[in-house]
Nanobody, 134 residues
Framework: QVQLVQSGGGLVQPGESLTLSCAAS????????TGWFRQAPGKEREGVSC?????????????YYADSVKGRFTISRDNAKNTVYLQMNNLKPEDTAVYYC??????????????????????WGQGSQVTVSS
């Protein structure tokens, strides 16, 4: 049974940082693409970031970011912990949303701006609320 368990959400002030974690069981994340998506109230789900698989040979992964988070968010993977992280710096009120991690074979990126909604991703975390407010 595949499970993605998220942790790390919360309430922060603008300019502060948070790190979201997505720990997997039943699947090896190094063999999958793992994405972060978010959904704000009244808005559609949007892509935030994605890291491609490392492949059978443990090769380098490719990372993708939405334009709105480039330079502020960093996605990474710790294969020893089978966990993907989203480090979020300089948070803004418009980053407020429920964040989800998800895994599938590819990131489905179509350009420099990671805009995929994650519709085809097979495995999903439970969601983490991130609220940025003064």
């Amino acid at each position: 049974q595949v499970q993605l368990v998220q942790s790390g959400g919360g309430l922060v002030q603008p300019g502060e940082s948070l790190t979201l974690s997505c720990a997997a069981s039943g699947v090896t994340l190094d063999y999958y693409a793992t994405g972060w998506f978010r959904q704000a109230p009244g808005k559609e789900r949007e892509g935030v970031s994605c890291i491609s698989s490392g492949g059978d040979g443990g090769g380098a992964s490719t990372t993708y970011y939405a334009d709105s988070v480039k330079g502020r968010f960093t996605i990474s993977r710790d294969n020893a912990k089978n966990t993907v992280y989203l480090q979020m710096n300089n948070l803004k009120p418009e980053d407020t949303a429920v964040y989800y991690c998800a895994a599938d074979w590819i990131c489905a990126a179509t350009g420099d701006n990671y805009s995929y909604t994650g519709l085809g991703f097979k495995y999903w975390g439970q969601g983490s609320q991130v609220t940025v407010s003064s």
